[in-house]
Structures are given as C-alpha cells and as structure tokens.
C-alpha cells in the first residue's frame, strides 16, 4: 500500500509542478503580449483557465491523499476516539467523492458529450475538461481506500 501511495504522490506531484509551470508561462506570455507587444492573444486567457481547473482538481487530490483537508479536529485531541474519527471521516469521504465527484462527473461528461459542447475560444470538446472531475475523483476513491486500510491496521501513512 505504502509503494502505491508513493507512487500516485510522485504521479501527482509531477502533474501540479508541470501544470503550474505551464500556467505561469501561459500567464507571462499573455501579460507580454497585451503590455509589450499592445496585442493581447485570446487564446492564453480560456487556456489558463482550464490549466487551472486541471491543477485545482489534482491538488485536491493529493491534499485528500495526504489527509490534509479541511477536518473537524475535537474528536482527534482525544485518544480514544482519534481512530474512529479517521476511520468515519475516510468512510464520509467515501461516500461524498462515489457519489458527487464520480457519479455526478460521470453524468455531467456524458451529457456534455452527446451535446458535443465546445470551448468559446479553443474549440476543445469541453469533456476533456470535465473529465478531470471523475479521474480525480476515482484517484481520491483510492487514496481513501489506502487510508482506510491504514486506520484499520493501525498504521501511520
């Protein structure tokens, strides 16, 4: 498990430092156009928005990885109830990520895929930008199965 969780940090670690990388170059080379150059591109603006979409959804995945979400901590101070409050809150997670993240991202991509809907400025089918959401969420449902495991046995991930 432990080889596994390694595995998707790097995958994801990598992805957010390419996506942030291609961001600020995006960024940089609108902001040269439109100041320097006095004629902006409307291709960089619709581009680094769907970068950013796509490093905000991998961010959150490895953040919920990582156990580093936003949590209700009075039931962790207390000994007793540190593992059933871990235990609870990956079970909540769970259930919240299999049914709007995955499921609710699965019915979104597929109606926007018979509606064939298309990016304004691009013209990029928008299902490949929405397809982040149940990937994500697939890639969330893992790391969760791997923090269940590990507060099942006991162990430090």
């Given at each position: 498990m432990k080889a596994l969780k390694q595995l998707l940090d790097q995958a994801h670690v990598f992805a957010m430092n390419t996506l942030f990388v291609s961001l600020v170059v995006i960024?940089?080379?609108?902001?040269l156009m439109?100041?320097?150059?006095?004629?902006?591109?409307?291709?960089?603006?619709?581009?680094?928005?769907?970068?950013?979409?796509?490093?905000?959804?991998?961010?959150a995945s490895y953040v919920?990885?990582?156990?580093?979400?936003?949590?209700?901590?009075?039931?962790?101070?207390?000994?007793?109830?540190?593992?059933?409050?871990?235990?609870?809150?990956?079970?909540?997670?769970?259930?919240?990520?299999?049914?709007?993240?995955v499921a609710g991202g699965y019915y979104l991509?597929?109606?926007?895929?018979?509606?064939?809907?298309?990016?304004?400025?691009?013209?990029?089918?928008?299902?490949?930008v929405y397809l982040i959401i149940p990937v994500c969420g697939v890639l969330m449902l893992i790391y969760c199965t791997i923090n269940i495991i590990a507060v099942v046995r006991n162990e430090k991930i």
């Open positions: 960024i940089f080379v609108q902001i439109r100041y320097v150059f006095k004629n902006p591109l409307v291709v960089t603006e619709e581009l680094s928005r769907f970068v950013l979409i796509y490093l905000c959804m991998i961010g919920s990885g990582r156990r580093a979400h936003l949590s209700i901590e009075i039931l962790k101070n207390h000994h007793h109830f540190a593992r059933y409050s871990a235990l609870i809150t990956e079970v909540i997670k769970f259930v919240f990520i299999t049914l709007v993240m991509n597929r109606n926007v895929y018979w509606l064939n809907q298309t990016s304004a400025v691009l013209r990029i089918p928008l299902f490949y």
